[in-house]
């Protein structure tokens, strides 16, 4: 129930196209989900964050999308572009735990 | 102002061994937590402390502990040394440690023979 399934593992999207990583989770009592973006060699960082009291967030070419009937959220890259090409983690925690859920990930390369 | 800090950034170890990974937060953050990360898991919570206190602990074996100091500095040690704890162990901090941002350093590569 802990878990955060996360789909798909990589992915391969030409330049300018749309990117979609979705994940599902089963604790209804997750209250922030965060996607965080990685680089080879470095640490994970923020991309963006949505609460479930909202359906979309958008910052710029990013966007989450949430369904909190399904247990689902996704995130999409618009206009993706070669800098974009990283791994990519779904989270998400319950306040007050103080702990993290994280997805497998995905490994995105765009092409240029 | 600097980010989260870890020392030190790659190590070996043979089994049987113990290491002790340390961690600087960003200045004025007061929760760091411990994350795991292997290929194909992707990132395991370890423990989050707070004002020296831990306040969750995830479902690892009692060979993994980890402490917090007044100056908000963290460590974490792993005693008698598994081939399967090879891994990137990450550091975050944040300013309380409630539903925010995390910010993580760049890990410490453990590999252990």
């Known amino acids: 129930q802990q878990q955060v399934k996360q789909s798909p593992q990589s992915l391969i999207v030409q330049k300018g196209g749309i990117s979609i990583i979705n994940c599902a989770y089963e604790n209804t009592a997750f209250d922030y989900f965060p996607w965080y973006q990685q680089f080879p060699g470095k640490g994970p960082a923020l991309l963006i964050a949505i609460r479930p009291d909202v359906s979309e967030k958008k910052e710029g070419r990013f966007t989450i999308s949430f369904n909190k009937s399904a247990k689902q959220f996704s995130l999409h890259i618009m206009d993706s572009q070669p800098g974009d090409s990283a791994t990519y983690f779904c989270a998400a925690t319950t306040s007050g735990t103080y702990k993290y859920i994280f997805g497998t990930g995905t490994r995105l390369k765009v092409l240029a | 102002k600097a980010g989260v800090t870890q020392t030190p950034r790659y190590l070996i170890k043979t089994r049987g061994q113990q290491v002790t990974l340390s961690c600087s937060p960003i200045?004025?953050?007061?929760?760091v937590s411990w994350y795991q990360q292997t290929p194909g898991q992707g990132l395991q919570f370890l423990f989050e402390y707070f004002s020296e206190t831990q306040r969750n602990k995830g479902n690892f074996p009692g060979r993994f502990s980890g402490r917090q100091f007044s100056n908000s500095r963290s460590e974490m040690n792993v005693s008698t040394l598994e081939l399967g704890d090879s891994a990137l162990y990450l550091c975050?901090?944040?300013?309380?440690?409630?539903?925010?941002?995390?910010?993580f350093g760049e890990g410490s590569r453990l590999t252990v023979l």
């Open positions: 200045s004025g953050h007061r929760s």
């Open positions: 975050a901090s944040s300013f309380q440690g409630a539903s925010g941002e995390l910010f």
